[in-house]
Structures are given as C-alpha cells and as structure tokens.
C-alpha cells in the first residue's frame, strides 16, 4: 500500500483500470444476482408443492457463471469483456446476436471507476481508501438491483452491515459502540417508521430492504448520522422523485424505490465525514440561537 501512496503516478492509473473492472463484474452482479434469487424462490415453491421435479435450469452463478450477452446467450470471449473498450469497439453492440447490449454497462463501469478513485483519493492508499471502495461497490449494486426489479438483497445489505461493524473493531472509520448503535438503531428507526406508515396509509412505504440497508449505513457512518441520513434520503427522494413523476408522469401508487436515496444519502455522507457533518449541524444550531 506503501509504494502506491508514494507513486500516484503509477497509483491512480491503476485505480482507475482496477475501477472499471470492478464496474464490469459489478453489471455482472446486478443482472444476475436478481435472476438468482427468483429462481431461488422458485425452487422454493415448487419444493413447497411437492413439485421439486419440475425442470428449471439455474441462472448463471454470480460469481462463477461465464459470461454471456443478456440477449442472446452467447459466451463471449476475454476480448468481448473489456469494460469500456469492447463496448466502444463493438458500437454497443453484441458481436453475437448484433442486438444493442444497454447503455447501462458502460455507464456502470465509468461511476464505479469515478466512485472507486474519489474513495482513495478522499481516504488515501490504505485500509480506508479499500473500505471506502467496498462500501461505494455494495451501495451502487444495491441501488441498481433496487431500480431495476424494486429488490434489495439480503446479499448486499448484509455482508455491507457486516463489512462496516467488523471495520469498527479496529476504528477504520469509527469506533465499535456508534457503528453497532448505528446498524441496530437504523434497523429499529425503519421498522417503526415502517409500521407507523403501514398503520396510517394502510399499505407499507418502506421494505425490509430498506430496513437493513439503513442498519448497514448505520454501521459505516454510526448511530450519530442517522437522522442526517434519512432526512437527506428524503429530501433527495422528493427532488429527484418529484422531477422524474413530472417527466414521466408516475402515479403515487407506483412509488420509487427509496433504496437508491438511502444509498446517495449514506455515501455523500461517509464521504463529507461525521465530524463534518456534526461541524455544521453545531453551525446551524448556534446560528438558529439554539
Ligand atoms: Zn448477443
């Protein structure tokens, strides 16, 4: 880790490529892990049935399925997979099938390589700059997943809030006691405002992903940034919600995902920092005459 910190001639380059790679096997995440988990409930049902016969092949593993155009199956080769520059090379196109292959992918790697150098460019070539790295990686996985199927995956938000409380034992960010109030108070938050809502408007607002993503927050930015957390998830969700109801007209009965809010909130957040965070809250409170 040394020798990167000291050459970010060589280092940032690196990070960068490394990004993009990451992005790559991040797309492979989002269009597979959904997919998985259906098939997953399926077997589930059928078993329930009495059913555990009927033919259902499994979708290509996340981690050791090869990899394939989403349209037409084709296993693609070393050369098909290289973020951006086989993309680029190909017009967008799958080499296969000739079918466009989304817009997404190339978008995916460019913000995971933007999000993976600002993480060591924020906390250095070290234990933070990797954590930050884990923590941006599982946020735009789970917010893509969340957008594109309303889904946010116990295997996501999970190992995240696990990732942030092991993190807190040696102080990578913040101490044991605020990250572990932090997981299990937006856990409780959640679940109560939850049930408040469900009990108001009779139908419920926020999922259980909702819950554990912001118990996984909790455990990366602590129980002090909570309230901070959801009240701007809120804001973002009423702007950004309220531009794309009046582009696209959505009806209130088709609400967004409030998974992708959380996530942005969590990350502005963790990369402003707590202590900065509670600079200016003091700020404003001594400002109000408080
Ligand atoms: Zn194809």
Known sequence: MSF??????IAYPLTAAFGLVMGSFLSTVVTRLPARIDWRNRRR????LNQSDVYDPPPPDV??????CPQCKATLAWHERIPLVSYALSGGKCRHCGQPIGLM????ELLTMVLTVFSVWRFGF???GFGAMLFTWYLTAASLIDIRHGLLPDKLT????WLGLVASTDNLFLAAKPALLGAVGGYVIFWFVGGLFKQLRGKSGLGRGDYKLLAAIGAWVGVGMLLPVIFASSVL???????VWALKGRSAADPLPFGPFLALAGLLIFMIGPEQIQIWLWNLRSSLGG
């Not at 990167?4 to 001639?9: I, K, T």
């Open 105 to 108: 992918y190339p978008l995916l």
């Open 126 to 128: 070290g234990w933070q």
């Open 158 to 161: 999970l190992p995240l809030m």
């Open 45 to 48: 049902a059928y078993a329930f």
């Open 63 to 68: 981690l050791t399925g090869r990899a394939h």
């Open 237 to 243: 969700g009423l702007l950004i919600g309220g531009a």
């Open 4 to 9: 990167l910190g000291e050459n970010p001639d």
